[in-house]
């Protein structure tokens, strides 16, 4: 009797020990973001616990039944990193434990006795590998209990091979995203600088600048062809110049070109040329860029190609737009210099419009010249919110566009970031006060719609009160929470803001003074804030585009088709 009892205590300390020892390995596995130490604490416990002087884990490479040697003990004939051919059928990829001696050709290929165990490494919808494991150094069988211990652990390492397999997927994704935001913000800022460029050598040096410091690149060209004439317009560290026919060779490459390909361009390798990259401005190639390798000595990536392409692009386009102006000069230099402005000015705003989930959303800006002041746009932000933004810039022509675009800019550098719109309109406000003349101004109306869709945070800096038409209510509520225009003077206390509730039927009305100010063929009354009331409550139940142009129709007919300002409208409806 007290024999049996001493052994029943015995099993049950080793029981709790072994519970103990599963937990503490299971969360030293869990807790790890490294594969590579997930299975080799697998292995080194494994061996340990069962006196096992033989193992190896493989990792599944695949569905052809390729598996890696990823970690080794043991004498053997394989290393670590080796792959070899192992076929199971699914009901083994099934089975949580195999035995060795019901596969001998399998285990001679991976160097263990026929008395091995492999222990399936499996989540719920993959297989992940295998634990095998040769016989006790003591020749001793493994024991049910042992069995059912290992199991447990190979159980829980695959859920940690799983999330820290997931975890590097998204380090490597994050890494990523950075580099993407990283060329992102250095093309935007190259774009301002660009943007400001009319000499064709300035945009050179700018380019050369940005290889050199940006890139890291020491030696390539740039090839442009202006009317039927190639030249090299920038370059660095090249050994000699292109001849002509070096130059047509370049062109007659394939718009992403690896030099180790075979070409007819000896050039290229005199000059250790690694990579030609096309670029085409409406299809047409006219210009090529070469680099040399990289600080790093590898081959570009596809994110480098592409950046490179981004950079070569925005280069290109800067300078056809400088050759736009001279011939624009020449020929009619105001005329073609609006037509250019208000192409520039055309792609700030969002067209299509862009839609929000739960509701129904249109804009429209219509020009009294070829370029105005007034904006609108629908921007999103990371936090799955959407910014509506109205706004109407004094004056008409290219002053007012520019500084449209200038706010359009600033629209959307802030947008992503986490400040609340009183901050971000005060933040607008000083950087347009300090750095514009004191006669131009901007009415400003922004909002923000929750990620949900069920209320609006909004400021308005002295725009025109949008109206906001209550499902069941014949009244609009104005929206006019807000403090002073942009630019009028420093901002010497935080913009108001308010928080409305949106609800199903719910109609938003944003629009520029063009609207209400369009006046009569006798120029004796305006259109006024009254008839647009009336005209929207008439045509409150039809879908926003019909709305919008339910409106402008209405005021085509009040001025007989004479305007006079800009007019722009941005209606939001409620699902």
């Excluded at 493994?142 to 290992?150: A, G, P, Q, V």
């Excluded at 500084?403 to 901050?423: C, E, F």
């Excluded at 139940?541 to 919008?548: A, G, L, T």
Aim: proline letters at 4%; hydrophobic letters at 35%; charged letters at 25%.
């Amino acid at each position: 009797m007290d024999k049996k009892m001493s052994l029943s205590n015995t099993e049950e300390r080793q029981s709790r020990f072994e519970l103990r020892t599963l937990l503490e390995t299971s969360r030293m596995l869990i807790e790890s973001q490294e594969p590579d130490f997930v299975l080799n604490n697998l292995l080194l416990i494994t061996m340990g616990k069962l006196l096992v002087p033989k193992g190896m884990i493989l990792i599944n490479q695949g569905p052809d039944d390729h598996y890696q040697v990823s970690k080794i003990k043991g004498k053997n004939h394989l290393n670590e990193d080796d792959t070899v051919q192992l076929s199971f059928n699914a009901e083994a990829l099934e089975t949580s434990v195999l035995e060795g001696k019901k596969y001998p050709e399998l285990m001679e290929k991976i160097g263990l006795q026929e008395e091995s165990i492999l222990f399936n490494l499996r989540t719920t919808n993959h297989h992940l590998g295998f634990l095998c494991l040769g016989p006790k150094g003591t020749k001793q069988p493994f024991t049910e209990s042992e069995l059912e211990f290992i199991e447990s652990l190979t159980i829980i390492s695959s859920v940690a091979i799983a999330n820290s397999r997931m975890f590097q997927e998204l380090r490597r994704i994050n890494r990523k995203l950075d580099r993407k935001v990283h060329d992102l913000h250095t093309l935007l800022e190259l774009s301002k600088d660009f943007n400001l460029m009319v000499d064709q050598d300035e945009i050179a040096r700018t380019f050369k600048f940005a290889m050199l410091g940006q890139m890291l690149i020491r030696t390539f060209f740039f090839v442009l062809d202006v009317e039927g004439e190639k030249s090299v317009i920038a370059s660095s560290g090249l050994k000699e110049k292109p001849s002509k026919k070096d130059i047509n060779s370049l062109f007659e490459l394939d718009d992403v070109f690896y030099c180790d390909q075979e070409h007819d361009c000896p050039f290229l390798d005199k000059n250790g040329i690694q990579l030609v990259i096309a670029l085409r401005f409406q299809n047409e190639k006219i210009g090529v860029v070469g680099v040399g390798a990289p600080a790093n000595k590898e081959e570009y990536s596809r994110e480098q190609v592409d950046f490179l392409q981004s950079l070569g692009n925005l280069a290109l386009l800067t300078i056809q737009k400088t050759l736009l102006l001279e011939e624009q000069i020449e020929k009619k230099q105001m005329e073609e210099e609006l037509n250019l402005a208000k192409t520039i000015q055309e792609g700030l705003l969002p067209s299509p419009v862009p839609q929000i989930e739960g509701f129904d959303l249109e804009g429209t800006n219509i020009s009294s010249r070829q370029v105005g002041g007034d904006y609108f746009d629908v921007v999103d932000t990371p936090d799955g919110g959407h910014i509506l933004a109205i706004a109407d810039v004094t004056g008409k022509g290219v002053p007012a566009s520019l500084l449209m675009a200038n706010l359009q800019s600033m629209l959307h550098a802030l947008a992503p970031i986490d400040i609340t719109l009183s901050q971000a309109t005060g933040s607008i406000n000083d950087i347009i006060h300090d750095n514009t003349p004191a006669d131009k101004f901007i009415t400003f109306f922004w909002g923000k719609i929750s990620s949900d869709g069920t209320y609006l945070d909004y400021v308005n800096a002295g725009h025109n009160n949008p109206l906001l038409f209550h499902k069941n209510e014949d009244e609009p509520k104005e929206l006019d929470a807000g403090g002073v225009i942009l630019g009028a003077m420093p901002t010497m206390a935080p913009y108001d803001s308010e928080r409305i509730e949106l609800k199903p039927g719910d109609l938003l009305v944003c629009y520029t003074d063009g609207v209400t100010e369009a006046m009569d063929p006798d120029q004796t009354e305006e259109y006024g804030e009254e008839r647009l009331i009336e005209c929207m409550k008439e045509n409150r139940d039809k879908s926003s585009r019909d709305i919008m142009n339910a409106v402008i129709n209405d005021i085509k007919d009040f001025s007989d088709g004479v305007q006079y300002d800009d007019i722009t409208l941005l209606i939001l409806k409620a699902n």
